[in-house]
Structures are given as structure tokens and as C-alpha cells.
């Protein structure tokens, strides 16, 4: 068995290396250079100018996104990303804080975007509701979209009404509380 290269082993850890780095030329220029990409290093500058575009339009689409959503740590943390990014450019010349940056918003975007595209629960809409004072039970289908305040008992006609801190006759005497507290 012949003893491993240390020339391969050095390849393969500068392309890990360069792919560690994607807004970094120079170190991309190795795997340039590998599929034929050098005529690329030209535009070395339009890459970084589209990436600062790319991290204000991250961080505005974050303010959007807490204006419908107010899911504030996703925002602040899309804030500190792109502010981490412009400040590693411009005023601490940093690319471990570009990075840093980038890497934020990165895990800020996918957060966002997993929490919008996941599978949500769908409430259960049926229950079995039972009166307090006949003990008649009956089943009974939810309104999705409001609370119900008085159930009339079909067993004694009595007008139920939510106990103290509840907010509906469902969640005081049903089975399973209502869509609105299942989905909160």
C-alpha cells in the first residue's frame, strides 16, 4: 500500500479551504483555476459588490418579514449579520467578521424560512363537551376562527359560560380546549 501524497492531501485541504470562503478570491482562485473559472478574477470586484447587495437585501427582507411576523430575534439577528458584514468591510477590514456576518445571516434566512414553509399542526376541532351541573355529555365542533361564550346543555338547557381566566365554554367544559389556544 503505497503511503498517502502529502501533495494530494495539501490539494485537498486548499479546496476545503477555498470552499470555506466564498467571498474570498484569492483563495478561490485554486479551484478557479481547477474547473477553468480564471477568466472569473476579472469581475473579482462586481462578486464583492453583489455580495453587500445581497446582505441589505437579506437584512431588508428581514424588516419586512418582523413587520408581518414580529419574530424579533430573527430580526435582530439579521441586523447584526449584515452590520457585522459592512463592518468587517469598511471599518474593521476583517474577514473573519465579514464571515462571521455572512454566516449569521445565513442561519437568520433558513430560521426564517423554516418557520414558513414547515408543516403546521392543524387544531383538532372536534370535541366532547360535558356540563357541569347534569353531567351530559355531547360532541360538539369548534369554531376555528372564534372563542364561544355560552353553550346552551341539551341535558338541562342550562346557559354555560367560561369559567374565570378561561376564554371559552370549550376550553372551561370541553374535552379538548379550542383551535385558537391549541394553535398559541
Known amino acids: 500500500m503505497e503511503p498517502p501524497r502529502l501533495d494530494r492531501i495539501g490539494s485537498i485541504g486548499a479546496v476545503i479551504a477555498a470552499a470555506a470562503c ?15 473559472l480564471s477568466a472569473f ?15 441589505a437585501l437579506a437584512a431588508g427582507g428581514h424588516v419586512l418579514s418582523y ?3 414580529r419574530n424579533r430575534w430573527l ?14 468591510l469598511y471599518v474593521a477590514g476583517s474577514e473573519l467578521l465579514v464571515y462571521g456576518g455572512l454566516a449569521v445571516l445565513i ?21 366532547e363537551i360535558t356540563c357541569p351541573k347534569c ?16 353553550y346552551e346543555c341539551s341535558g338541562c338547557g342550562a346557559l354555560l359560560r367560561p369559567k ?11 374535552s379538548v380546549r379550542c383551535p385558537p389556544m391549541q394553535l398559541a
Open 22 to 36: 466564498p467571498i474570498c478570491f484569492p483563495k478561490l482562485a485554486l479551484i478557479g483555476a481547477l474547473f477553468g
Open 41 to 55: 478574477s476579472a469581475y473579482e470586484y462586481q462578486f464583492l459588490i453583489a455580495t453587500q447587495l445581497l446582505a
Open 67 to 69: 413587520r408581518r411576523h
Open 75 to 88: 430580526l435582530a439577528s439579521a441586523l447584526v449579520g449584515a452590520a457585522a458584514v459592512f463592518g468587517g
Open 107 to 127: 442561519v437568520a434566512s433558513t430560521a426564517d424560512l423554516w418557520k414558513r414553509f414547515r408543516p403546521r399542526r392543524r387544531p383538532v376541532l372536534e370535541t
Open 135 to 150: 353531567g351530559v355529555r355531547r360532541k360538539e365542533t369548534m369554531p376555528t376562527d372564534a372563542c364561544q361564550f355560552f
Open 164 to 174: 374565570p381566566g378561561d376564554c371559552c365554554v370549550f376550553c372551561s367544559y370541553g
